[in-house]
């Protein structure tokens, strides 16, 4: 399929998922979260360190779809350094960017342009980040 016919599976979001930035385990994580899409299977696992209220470190470990793949992957590069803050607004970004073609809030994310009238396919793009935010919750809670 073409790009034309198909933008959810672009050369761009094959290039992220195919990176994988970050995917893996962490040995000590501070907190772990896994968030799962029943409609489709997609299930992701985050592993965080944070070192003075922010991300040091990210692990993900994910099974699904091309999108769910290339969004883990770019919180891979964009997730350390990030505090619960920025999170909630780098997923506001997303959320906005999909639901109203809002200019996306990194870079990376322009990939993910033709997702925006799959309305059913933006949970893919917000699963990383919802284990993320998990994961951190989890650790401002211990």
């Known amino acids: 399929m073409s790009e034309v016919t198909n933008p959810l599976y672009k050369k761009a979001l094959l290039r992220l998922a195919a990176d994988a930035a970050g995917a893996g385990t962490l040995p000590a994580p501070d907190g772990a979260a896994t968030a799962a899409n029943p409609a489709c299977g ?35 590069t964009a997730g350390p350094g990030l505090d619960e803050a920025g999170l909630a607004a780098l997923e506001a970004g997303v959320r906005a960017m999909l639901k109203d073609g809002t200019p996306p809030p990194l870079p990376a994310y322009a990939a993910f342009d033709g997702v925006a009238s799959h309305a059913g396919r933006h949970v893919c793009v917000l699963l990383p980040i919802q284990a993320l935010k998990e994961a951190l919750e989890l650790v401002v809670i211990k």
Request: hydrophobic share 45%; proline share 0%.
């Open 42 to 76: 997609d299930r992701v696992t985050m592993t965080v360190t944070l070192e003075g209220g922010r991300i040091a470190a990210l692990a993900h470990q994910t099974h699904g779809c091309l999108l769910t793949q290339a969004s883990a992957a770019i919180l891979g």
